[in-house]
């Protein structure tokens, strides 16, 4: 995995194109929030920083949720709490600080999809022993099965965005043209709750006696 990361990011700093027509093998948003980023080396070095200390902290939500509940250690989850502290303290002082999911960047406002689309998230992570941070930072570190699930993310993401299953983020009303609630289309909200079945059912296929 590490190796596939270094070769990714020599095709970003090498700007290399498969065919000059459609562009290749790595495409970038033209537009909305995916379209804008930080300088390469700048990403890279933030990147590199807050990969560390998420190594060396061994940071990981799901795994802060489940020692607080077990063993009432809450180590890890003042690691997120310290993050959302900062990003909060941040938007506030930049000004891009919006209260509730009206007005912010991709959100939508179908809470029980934003519930029920987490909820698949935090069962998978919890099964899995650590969340998507977690997961890649240990396939940085070299972990086969890590480096799987990250794939399997990379694969999944796009998946979802290429068969129609992903949500689409709410529009207001602008030139005559209506507004836009957003949200999963009938095809995602399909395969949240399959996903969800097939989690619980492998969680309860393998749970330990």
Request: charge should be neutral; proline fraction near 5%; include cysteine.
């Amino acid at each position: 995995m590490p190796l596939l990361m270094v070769f990714f990011l020599y095709l970003a700093f090498k700007g290399l194109v498969f065919d000059p027509k459609t562009g290749g093998p790595l495409f970038f948003s033209k537009e909305g929030p995916g379209s804008m980023f930080a300088p390469l080396a700048i990403s890279l070095a933030a990147g590199l920083i807050v990969g560390l200390l998420a190594q060396r902290t061994r940071l990981c939500l799901s795994g802060g949720i489940r020692d607080f509940i077990l063993i009432r250690d809450n180590y890890l989850l003042l690691g997120f709490l310290g993050i959302f502290l900062g990003a909060l303290a941040l938007n506030i002082y930049f000004g891009f600080f919006k209260a509730g999911f009206s007005g912010q960047p991709i959100a939508h406002s179908m809470h029980i999809w934003n519930f029920l689309g987490l909820f698949l998230v935090g069962i998978t992570a919890t099964l899995l022993g650590g969340c998507p941070l977690r997961q890649l930072v240990l396939s940085g570190e070299g972990d086969t099965d890590a480096a799987s699930v990250v794939l399997g993310m990379i694969v999944g993401a796009a998946f979802c965005h290429n068969f129609l299953l992903a949500s689409a983020p709410a529009k207001a009303a602008a030139a005559g043209m209506p507004a836009v609630a957003g949200g999963p289309g009938i095809y995602g909200q399909i395969a949240c709750i399959v996903g969800i079945i097939v989690m619980v059912c492998i969680g309860w296929a393998f749970r330990e006696e």
